[in-house]
């Protein structure tokens, strides 16, 4: 079955740290990938896809991710953290079936960021 | 221009009482998916429309749960006899169409108590 692993529950930085996020994934044909941010009280806005091509894509606010087909991962990355990335990440994965797509998410990872 | 928009952001019903969620897509968005995030299950994929019909309901969680979609636009989430395991953010989405590589668009959500 098509699933989302995303194994830390919650991360602590330092402001101006680098952060990376993992993400797994288990899916039988090409995956269409994309990391989502969610902030206190507001919906899921996207950070970055991944589809085909380029297996390092470039994302809003500075992030970046890389797909790595050999260990089914597509793990978040930023080189320093600032205040405001303070919030709930997502990563997710297409599956099609029946006609139709839905997505399948991870179940989170909570980013506090210290001053 | 406008985002995905539901009402209300907030409604807090008592166990046994009927509730309506409305979504209000993107216009000219075909696609429209809506999802749960709660704490126990994260977020998971409920039910999806293109224009007016949904091809498959097996994401719904029990029979009390229906929804239906008007005009191609807006859609509205209904769920009978509140149970307290209902509290959770209901999450609309909306996408230009229903190919894998569209954006889901998410709005803002509305966080459902059962009291």
């Known amino acids: 079955a098509q699933s989302v692993t995303q194994p830390d529950i919650h991360i602590t930085v330092s402001e101006g740290a680098s952060l990376e996020l993992r993400c797994n994934y288990s899916?039988?044909?090409?995956?269409?990938l994309f990391w989502y941010v969610q902030s206190p009280g507001q919906g899921l806005q996207l950070l970055l896809k991944?589809?085909?091509?380029?297996?390092l894509v470039q994302g809003i606010k500075g992030f970046e991710a890389e797909f790595k087909r050999s260990q089914s991962s597509f793990n978040l990355r930023k080189p320093s953290v600032h205040w405001s990335d303070a919030a709930e990440y997502f990563c997710?994965?297409?599956?099609?079936?029946?006609?139709?797509?839905?997505?399948?998410f991870g179940a989170g990872t909570r980013l506090a960021v210290h001053p | 221009g406008a985002g995905v928009s539901q009402s209300p952001s907030n409604k807090v019903t008592e166990k046994g009482k009927d509730v309506e969620l409305r979504c209000d897509p993107i216009?000219?968005?075909?696609?429209l998916y809506w999802y749960r995030q709660s704490l126990g299950q994260g977020l998971e994929f409920l039910i999806y429309?293109?224009?007016?019909?949904?091809?498959?309901k097996s994401g719904l969680p029990s029979d009390r749960f229906s929804a239906e979609r008007t005009g191609g636009s807006v859609s509205t989430l209904t769920i009978q006899r509140t149970q307290q395991e209902d509290s959770a953010v209901y999450l609309c989405a909306s996408s230009l169409d229903k190919r894998e590589y569209n954006e889901q668009f998410f709005g803002p959500g509305t966080r459902l108590t059962v009291l």
């Open positions: 997710a994965v297409v599956v099609f079936s029946g006609g139709y797509n839905k997505l399948i």
């Open positions: 899916y039988g044909a090409t995956p269409y």
């Open positions: 991944y589809f085909s091509g380029d297996t």
């Open positions: 429309f293109q224009g007016n019909s949904a091809p498959d």
């Open positions: 216009s000219g968005h075909t696609a």
